[in-house]
């Protein structure tokens, strides 16, 4: 039984916009505006799945003055790659995704104090692991789930999913934006590894690509100056047709990039579940009016549940958080500058060190505002870095455990990109490079997994990481040694003693210790007894102690 079906097309200053599809045998069927300046036409059509596209007069300055192009729904939440013509599935009826259904949207998800991330490329996660050229899909991550509960990860962030050019790629040119990528698999795969992570307690943070999108995206062919700038603000930092925020429809009161987007963001929160939003090149953005408007459109349409928006503002900028500012949290590349300079031994400086581990000394207010990592997408693992000053070895897994305690015990939310768990040591590459598992076979790989994992438990566990109190007690620059104490007001205290030399320090004397009593030593597993507020012990080259107050 067929059944009519509506399809529409916002192009408010175009001439005239056509329908075809595989329902008319790609013949043209004029579509009508109504005076929001959306086409519109119904077709009757049975239960099944069609392809189809929008013939439109063009209005773009790059084309002949009313050119007829044909384009792919801004809107297709579905799209074949081969014929780059949109998916449309009818379910009795009515247009669906796909027919999936929930299985967890009622357990309960870590607040965002308590996020650990773990950020993720799909294709090259995992997948074929003995094929190196086997990319990874939906599927694989999925497999890869009681890996990432046995780290004790509570959250995944995963590089951009949205339909991007070709078969491989990082994302950040995405073409269709209300389109999984289909080299990834199918809109039910992606739901389902969601559900699964919600299953076990795991948030799902997804890269939204908000400052442009790739020259082929189909809101460019329409109109490309009613939804992009005409040129790019700065064309050093320009990755594609940048949206344009700022401009304003006063014939129909809308703000057109904005109305796009917000329809986007809408749906991905909607229909994926998803838990949080990493947006990118914020600072490119550079609205605070739009990302204000988007962080409260999130709030609005998670509810009750937590929603995390974090903001790649580089170089940081602490206005980008805090009271005034849009956004939850914002990446702090300022701590991985600093920590990695330090691992390396590429200087020592306590003031620097203080700043990043307590970012309230650069303006941020609290745990939440600032994402720590030692290395992401963008970096080099950390031991790439070590190799290229000749480190190697036992001596770079050491600095590997040091900057991992370093990131799990600083104030702020930490982050790991995967496979530095346990010393995936590739260069940063936008070729595919999968992660290479067989480490985990080896004794010092296998090692760095498990100090890891224990980090990921003791912070889990100790509430005094959920507040931003954080003391440096201990500074000691001739030594290169540092100190410091956090806790909360329920009584949790960890103490970081940090030695950043290659010097074995035997019966090193801490002073200015805490508190008195009896404090267990977290990575070696003893007590010790502190009086005078003083406490010795052996700090080995490049090495962290946590103590634990009992």
Request: hydrophobic share 35%.
């Amino acid at each position: 039984m067929a059944t009519k079906i509506e399809f529409q097309l916002f192009a408010p200053y175009n001439k005239a916009v056509s329908l075809i599809g595989s329902f008319s045998n790609w013949e043209e069927i004029p579509m009508e505006k109504n005076d929001q300046g959306n086409f519109k036409i119904q077709v009757e059509l049975a239960d099944g799945i069609y392809q189809y596209k929008f013939r439109v007069q063009s209005k773009s300055w790059f084309l002949e003055p009313d050119q007829w192009v044909d384009i792919v729904d801004p809107y297709a939440t579905d799209v074949d790659n081969a014929t780059q013509n949109g998916i449309l599935r009818i379910k009795d009826g009515q247009p669906i995704v796909d027919t999936y259904v929930w299985q967890h949207d009622d357990k309960p998800l870590p607040p965002d104090h308590a996020l650990v991330i773990y950020e993720m490329h799909i294709a090259d996660f995992s997948g074929g692991e003995t094929d190196e050229k086997r990319r990874g899909k939906f599927k694989h991550a999925l497999e890869k789930l009681d890996y990432l509960c046995d780290l004790g990860i509570n959250a995944i962030e995963l590089m951009p999913v949205q339909e991007y050019p070709g078969d491989y790629g990082w994302g950040y040119n995405p073409r269709h934006f209300f389109a999984a990528e289909n080299s990834y698999g199918s809109t039910e795969d992606l739901k389902h590894l969601i559900d699964e992570c919600h299953g076990r307690g795991i948030r799902v943070l997804i890269d939204g690509i908000y400052n442009h999108s790739e020259s082929a995206s189909p809101l460019t062919q329409i109109d490309h100056d009613y939804w992009y700038r005409h040129a790019p603000k700065d064309p050093e930092f320009s990755w594609g047709p940048e949206f344009n925020y700022e401009h304003y429809d006063e014939n129909l009161g809308t703000y057109p990039a904005r109305k796009f987007i917000g329809d986007n963001v809408r749906f991905w929160i909607e229909e994926y579940h998803t838990d949080g939003i990493r947006y990118d090149a914020a600072r490119q953005i550079g609205n605070y009016d739009f990302l204000r408007w988007i962080v409260e459109e999130t709030k609005l349409v998670a509810g009750s549940k937590p929603f995390y928006n974090v903001a790649e503002y580089i170089p940081e900028d602490n206005s980008i958080t805090g009271y005034d500012g849009p956004m939850d949290g914002c990446w702090h590349e300022s701590f991985y500058n600093s920590i990695v300079a330090h691992l390396c031994g590429d200087r020592f400086d306590i003031e620097e060190l203080k700043n990043v581990l307590d970012c309230k000394r650069q303006g941020f207010i609290g745990v939440t505002n600032v994402v720590n990592y030692l290395t992401n997408h963008d970096h080099n693992h950390l031991m790439t870095e070590f190799a290229n000053r000749e480190i190697f070895d036992d001596s770079a897994f050491k600095r590997a455990k040091l900057g991992a305690a370093l990131m799990m015990t600083a104030v702020g939310v930490p982050m790991i990109w995967m496979g530095e768990e346990f010393g995936e040591y590739k260069s940063k590459t936008i070729e595919p490079s999968k992660i290479d598992w067989r480490l985990l076979e080896n004794d010092a790989n296998r090692s760095l997994f498990e100090y890891y994992k224990g980090l990921i438990d003791l912070r889990k566990n100790n509430h005094a990481f959920y507040h931003e109190n954080i003391d440096f007690f201990h500074e000691d620059s001739d030594n290169r040694v540092l100190a410091y104490c956090r806790w909360n007001e329920e009584g949790s205290r960890i103490v970081v003693i940090a030695n950043f030399s290659d010097n074995f320090l035997a019966g090193y004397q801490v002073t200015n210790f805490p508190a008195n009593g009896i404090w267990h030593e977290w990575t070696h597993n003893y007590e010790v007894e502190t009086n005078d507020n003083n406490i010795m012990t052996d700090l080995s080259e490049y090495e962290a102690k946590v103590f634990i107050w009992q």
